[in-house]
Each structure stands twice: as structure tokens, then as C-alpha cells.
């Protein structure tokens, strides 16, 4: 099928990415010439691992185009899809500028019979928006909108495509429904994906909703580790044991700086002004917002009042809002700095991708090549990104550096033994000063296995 994807950024790049490889003639448009340019010239302007084999594949294969023309884009296309921006508006709403203009840009071109897909995240209601908005001008002419959210997590986006939980498809006429189901055909052969087909009001909420719930997962652990800390629990095990539930589940439950990037914090302040605006208010998600944004602050706290005299050197390894992205929208390490470089302390920095989006926005702190260099003479050091190379640091060599010895561990991936063996003062997130007892759950009996090492006396 002949599809246009509207927006080349994070969700339109990979989503194009994909279609084109599961056999789909895809043309990929954005507004941003350079974009555009960077991209043909193989210069591919975000980082997700495995996309840019991926383009070079599919352009190879003549599957995947790229255009600064909406008309060459939209021309002969059976299926548009809208990946453009939605930032939040000062009422936290979702503002749907540039999905509106976007559907005037291809309004002029929609040939007979077209389906203009909202793939961006929108506001229950939008897609019937959209629809009047392009038949302003086109309204003699024979076209659908439909709802077709994604999924896709920064650092994995790829893979969720092609092995998704589930694919939504909100449609409210049969034409549009059957498109999509044409589109999504080979995936669904390939991998057994189950497919949702409902209207599109339900589609725009169930995007919303799902991530209004990940969220409160993220903050409802993020309050169970500061009650761990309170109380000489281990937030490792108690989310283990929590998690073991199957109606419950192990994802979402890792304690950190709150969640950042640039949908959690945007949709949750959407869902809560959409269900304002209809008169059915989410206050679990209203306190949510405010626990997030009070998290980063609470951290900070954490790392100013141990910094104590102003001016001491601070390590914070990790910008991006998580690993495996160089994305940064929202990220609490960059709030974090924030705070530091605002209480008057001197903050060198890392990170391994998002270093060149982190520094536009930090000019201020001194960004370093590698982590031992950013730990130099440091106060203290924070790990406020898990990304991968931090789990490895050779913390002797990370200790002989440094002229303090607390470590804040905002993402638990130190081992707490290791890094108190190398002289270290470790402090984790939700654990208590102790290194955290395993337990192993073992497969079969459905019960955790406890290590008689460290079991109470008389426990067993
Ligand atoms: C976007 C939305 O922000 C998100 O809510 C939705 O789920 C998916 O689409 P993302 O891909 O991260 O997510 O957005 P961004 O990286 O900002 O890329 C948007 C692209 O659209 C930019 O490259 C921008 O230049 C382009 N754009 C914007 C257009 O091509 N036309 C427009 O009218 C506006
Ligand atoms: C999210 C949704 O997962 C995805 O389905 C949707 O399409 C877009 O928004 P993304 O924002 O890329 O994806 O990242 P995600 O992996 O969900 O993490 C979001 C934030 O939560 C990050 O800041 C991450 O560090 C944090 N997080 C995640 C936690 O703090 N703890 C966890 O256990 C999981």
C-alpha cells in the first residue's frame, strides 16, 4: 500500500521506518527542510538504536521515501498518517495546532477515497476535529479520519512496533477500518499481534488513559521507596513481591526520579484537562502531576543538603529522560541540574547520547567526555539515567577521583556491596543502607525462594 507519514521526529521516522519494512510503499514528509536533507544525506537527527541500518534498508529498497513536498507525499496515497507535535497548552490540554495544519497542508491533495490517520496523541474528540477541519475545503470530497495511537517507548520504539501487545484502530466507517486492517495485515500474520478495532473516541482515550496509568504505576513506587527508606524496607524486593501478582506485573515498578520524556508528563496533564473539561475529573492523576514534579525537587533536596558548602562540585552521570535515547523533553536529570546549578554548585556532567540536547539547555554545567572525567574532584556523584555504561563503572577508579565519597544511586544500578567496597557512601533509592537481600523466585512452585543466608531466625 502507498502510505504518507505526516512528521519525520521521533513516531513518524520509526513508524515510517517500519510500514516500509513490512513491505509498504511509505513516503515521509516533514516541514522542516533541513530535517529532510540530514536524513537523505544518511544523517539521521535522533537516536534509536537499530533505526538507521533500518532507513538505509528500507531506502535501499526503494520501500521508503523522504519529501519537503505534501503534494508529491500525499499524491496516489491510499492511508496519511499524522505524527506531528502535540505539546501541552498552558491549561495542560493537548495543543492540536499542528495536527490542524497538517490536515490543511494535505487537505488540497487527498485523492478519492483517503484515510487520514491521527497517529499522534490527541485528545478524545480530535479525529472528528480533524474531519471538519479538511472538509472545509474539501467537502464534496470522499475521505475518513481515524484514530491509530502508538505504543512505541524512546530506546525500544522499533521493537514495539513489530511485536506490539495490541494494535488500536479507532475507526467509525467500515472503509477506514478496512485500511487499517490492510495496513497492520502482515504484522498481525507475522507475529499473531491482536488487533482492537473500536471508534475513534475510544482510541484517543485509550492511548491517554494507558499512559495516565503507566505513570501512576511509576509514582505510586516512587512513594513506596520513600516509604522503604523510612521504614528499613528494600523497594528491589517489595516491588518484586508486589509484581509476582500477575494482575499487578513486575513492569513499571522501578523507583527513580520520577518519569520524564515527552509523553508521561504531556498526556498525563492532558488526560487530566480533557476529563476537566468534560466535567469527570481524575484527581489520581491530578496528585500524580504534582508527586512527579515534587519527586525531581525532593531529589535535588537530597543532593544540595549533602553538597553542603556552596559551590562544592557535583557528578551527575545521565541527561536523557531515560537509557538508550538521546531525548531530554522533561528528563528529571535535567531539572535536577537545574536546581544544582541554581543552589550555586558546580555541576560536570555526562551522558553517552543526549549530551548535545542536554548542553543546549545546561550551558551552564561542564559537560564531560567520558564519566571518570565528569567525577573528577567531585563532591559527590549522582547516576540519574540507567543507562548501561553506569552499571559497569569501575568505582575503585571512580572512588580514587573523586574528593567526596557519597554516590546517589536515583536508579538502583550499583551494586550497594560493590560500591561500599570501593570505599564508597552509597545511597540507593528506596533501600536501606544495607546491601538488599535477594530472593530468587523460583520457577514452578510460584513461590519466592528464600535465601536461609540472610532469612530472619526462625523464619523458615
Ligand atoms: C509526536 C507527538 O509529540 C506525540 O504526542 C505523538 O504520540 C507522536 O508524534 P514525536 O515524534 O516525538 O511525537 O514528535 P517530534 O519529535 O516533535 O516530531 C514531530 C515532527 O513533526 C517534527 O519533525 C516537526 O518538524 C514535524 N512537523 C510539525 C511537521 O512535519 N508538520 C507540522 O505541521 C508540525
Ligand atoms: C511511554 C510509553 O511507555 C509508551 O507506550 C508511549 O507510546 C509513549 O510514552 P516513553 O516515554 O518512551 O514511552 O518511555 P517509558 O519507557 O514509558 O518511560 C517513561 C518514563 O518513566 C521515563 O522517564 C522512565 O525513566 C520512567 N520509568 C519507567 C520509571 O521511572 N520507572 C519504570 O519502571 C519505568
Redesign the pocket.
Known sequence: MHIAM???????LTTSTCLAKLGHVVWC????LE?IERIEAGDIPIFEPGLAEAIMDVRESGNLHFSASAASTVADATAIML????PSRPDGDIDIT?VE??ARLIAPHLASGAVVII???VSVGTSRRIREAIAETRGSLDFSVASNP?FLREGSAMADFLYPDRIVIGADDRHSAQVLQAIYAPLVKQNDVPILLTGTANAELIKHAANAFLALKIGFINDVANLCEEAGADILEVAQGIGLDHRIGSNFLMPGPGYGG??FPKDTRAFAATARRHNAPQPLIEALIARNDERKAQLARRVINVAGKRSARVCILGAAFKKNTDDVRESPAITIIAELLNAGLKVAAHDPQARRNAERLLPAACWADCPYEAARESELVVIATEWDDYRELDLPRLASLMSGRRVFDFRNVLDPAAAQAAGLDYWGIGRAKAPARRLRASAGTGSPAFDRSVAAPGLL
Open positions: 505526516i512528521g519525520a521526529g521521533y513516531v513518524g514528509h516533514d516541514i522542516d530535517r505524527a506531528v507535535g502535540t499542528q495544519s497538517a497517529k499522534s496523541t502508538e515527552s509523553c
